[in-house]
Nanobody
């Protein structure tokens, strides 16, 4: 499995910004894509943003224009810049890495999560 370590979560006021980081290591297979998901109490886990090794990005409609996902291939790290944060953004944010072994089905690895709380 891929080892994923998230950081950067915390408490921020509405309208503020945070940047999450996720460092990947230990994969013996190619990582096809990395991304961020979030889960709030009483809600199912939802996609926030993803980026492929080719640079294609995908965002949830609720974060378009506010969040930006980026990657640093040299550091095996993906980032999520979150601007204009809203209380509804409060959730545990999980880093995801999708591994596609040749001849096998895709395999997802997950980080332990980092708490983001948006409150006055």
């Amino acid at each position: 499995q891929v080892q994923l370590v998230e950081s950067g979560g915390g408490l921020v006021q509405p309208g503020g910004s945070l940047r999450l980081s996720c460092a990947a290591s230990g994969s013996i297979f190619k990582i096809n894509a990395m991304g961020w998901y979030r889960q709030a109490p009483g809600k199912q886990r939802e996609l926030v943003a993803t980026v492929t090794i080719g640079g294609s990005t995908n965002y949830a409609d609720s974060v378009k224009g506010r969040f930006t996902i980026s990657r640093d291939s040299a550091k095996n790290t993906v980032y999520l810049q979150m601007n204009n944060l809203k209380p509804d953004d409060t959730a545990v944010y999980y880093c995801n890495a999708r591994v596609v072994p040749t001849g096998f089905v895709p395999f997802d690895s997950w980080g332990q999560g980092t708490q983001v709380t948006v409150s006055s």
